[in-house]
């Protein structure tokens, strides 16, 4: 079992900037593929962006490519997701998730979940 404890979230003015954490224990975390997901009030959980076990293959959805960069450091078994130029439509809970499979944007392939950290962006 892979326990997810996300931090970071926050309120902060557009064009402002984030830094999330996902701190994970228990189980394989560093051969693990890790997700951020959001999911803002009245819409479908989404993809923001993942990163493979090694750390070195990345991938992005659209909407925050050239804004948002993951990263992780196995050794603290923690993902970081840097999110910059923040635009009110960014606002959502954002959620960490483990996957046993190589790097996916499918939710379904996501085994463990946190809880979710709060990030609004005001206009």
């Known amino acids: 079992q892979v326990q997810l404890v996300e931090s970071g979230g926050g309120l902060v003015q557009a064009g402002g900037s984030l830094r999330l954490s996902c701190v994970a224990s228990g189980g394989t975390f560093s051969r693990r593929t890790v997700g951020w997901f959001r999911q803002a009030p009245g819409k479908e959980r989404e993809f923001v962006a993942t990163?493979?076990?090694?750390?070195?293959?990345?991938a992005y959805a659209t909407s925050v490519k050239g804004r948002f960069t993951i990263s992780r450091d196995n050794n603290k078994n923690t993902v970081f997701l840097q999110m910059n130029r923040l635009k009110p439509d960014d606002t959502a809970i954002y959620y960490c998730a483990a996957a046993s499979s190589s790097l996916t944007m499918r939710i379904g392939a996501y085994d463990y979940w946190g809880q979710g950290t709060q990030v609004t962006v005001s206009s």
């Open positions: 990163i493979h076990w090694n750390g070195a293959n990345t």
